[in-house]
């Protein structure tokens, strides 16, 4: 019993580094964080909210006592307040467009003001076929996560199947109209007469969800692929750092004439190629397979005719922010490469740079940068790995600002972790270990 005490005690100590310990507790602050901030998310979309809506038509027509404005109030309820009337002709799209965006609307109906006389000419039995009356839908689209669906859609196309229940109850109960299919649905609203603004130009025939279930099959792979990356690269340089300290090599290198700035720059430099290198190999050979799983999930919108297709410069944005977040992952997994004391210390080290790259992974595909609330929007940023995850959905809906402050961000991040590294190279915590140095044993009370 004696030698399993001996041998726990010394396993024990060669896993829980003080390194390891701090960054499971730092992880464990993170996680508690993020869980409050997601809760607080999920309040806010389960809360009943209904977005701006928009009236274009007339508020005081009638048709046997139904009104479509009163009839789109009563939808609404207590929340009618949020039921703007637009000034616009819904003939007009652009002018719709312009005041959607000004007024912040992010659906509207165009009911047009002949539709009490329609609706009092179907009932003459002259009349041989009836005339379904056309409502205009109009939308902005507003990116969010991969797998979030667009608010607004539903709600608009709610709003006109409710509006249709209830006049077609109303022709039921109150007319001698016989035609069943004009009496199911006496309102129609087919794709032409649907608009969504993106990147403030409208496009008629095609909703927001079309758009983000076609962005999620464009740019499903990027998140994975970035997390797959930095996983595996991190995992090989704490590793490697693990192996020279355990080696003894990792002395004989610091004790060569060079200096601490180029070997921890050219450490991080060759890696970095070599991760940019998996990365472009894991995004032609994932877009393939990506292509074949999600080609049913696209919904055949044509991007490009949208305006939301990558030109060559953004294409190049995307690889720099890419490159960068893999010298950033490199620098914080030299740092805690430095206080691994060999191989099996260091495989500990991984799992804070795992859970790094897996927290904006979820966030992109669940939230989006442009779902999510303040807190995890400033979460994500400070999180480097996020940057080429949101890189591409970013640009196609041209928001540069977003990308280039995420470059510029990456590239300070990057020297800082740059600068840390030489400063451990260059004192004894890399070869004694963290539980060694000085000042840690100052504050242990140890002399």
């Keep these: 019993m004696s030698h399993m005490t001996g041998i726990l005690k010394k396993e024990l100590r060669e896993l829980l580094t003080p390194g390891s310990v701090i960054s499971v507790l730092v992880m464990v602050v993170l996680f508690a964080g993020l869980g409050g901030l997601i809760g607080d998310q999920v309040d806010e979309a389960t809360s009943g909210e209904l977005p701006t809506f928009g009236y274009i038509g007339s508020t005081d027509g009638d048709y046997d006592g139904w009104n479509a404005y009163d009839t789109l109030l009563s939808i609404y ?122 990147n403030g130009e409208i496009h008629m025939d095609v909703t927001p969800s079309e758009i983000s279930s076609q962005v999620s099959s464009d740019t499903l792979m990027i998140p994975i692929v970035i997390m797959i990356i930095i996983m595996m690269v991190g995992s090989i340089v704490i ?67 949208l305006g939301m297709s990558l030109d060559t410069l953004d294409w190049t944005l995307v690889m720099v922010s890419m490159f960068l977040a893999i010298i950033c992952a490199l620098g914080l997994c030299m740092i805690l490469g430095a206080f691994a004391k060999n191989y099996k210390s260091a495989q500990t080290m991984t799992m804070p740079l795992s859970i790094l790259a897996m927290i904006p992974m979820f966030i992109i595909m669940f939230t989006g940068w442009y779902g999510a609330g303040a ?21 196609m809906n041209g928001d540069v600002t977003l990308v280039l402050g995420g470059i ?7 020297a800082a972790t740059i600068f840390v590294t030489v400063w451990l190279y260059k004192s004894d915590i890399l070869i004694t270990g963290l539980g060694q140095n000085k000042y840690i044993q100052k504050l242990s009370g140890r002399n």
Aim: overall charge negative.
């Design 408 to 414: 510029g961000y990456m590239a300070v991040f990057a």
């Design 239 to 305: 590793s490697s750092m693990g192996s020279e300290k355990e080696n003894k090599t990792l002395e004989t290198l610091l004790t060569m004439p060079i200096k601490r700035t180029t070997i921890v720059s050219g450490k991080i430099v060759a890696a970095a190629i070599v991760g940019l290198v998996y990365g472009l190999a894991y995004m032609a050979g994932m877009s393939i397979y990506m292509g074949s799983m999600t080609g049913s999930i696209g919904s055949g919108v044509d991007l490009a005719a």
């Design 77 to 198: 309820g207590e929340q009618s307040d949020k039921i703007i009337l637009m000034d616009s002709d819904g003939s007009d799209r652009e002018a719709v467009a312009s005041e959607m965006m000004s007024k912040g609307i992010s659906a509207a109906i165009a009911v047009p003001d002949e539709i009490y006389d329609i609706l009092s000419s179907n009932e003459s039995p002259d009349v041989a076929e009836k005339v379904h009356v056309a409502i205009q839908q109009y939308y902005v689209y507003t990116p969010t996560g991969l797998f979030d669906s667009t608010v607004s859609t539903s709600v608009g196309s709610t709003v006109v199947s409710m509006l249709n229940s209830s006049l077609s109850q109303k022709l039921i109960s109150q007319s001698g109209i016989q035609d069943f299919d004009y009496l199911s649905s006496p309102l129609v609203s087919s794709g032409q007469d649907v608009g969504t603004v993106v």
């Design 375 to 395: 807190g995890i929007q400033a979460i994500t940023f400070a999180i480097p790995f996020s940057h080429p995850m949101m890189a591409m959905q970013a640009l």
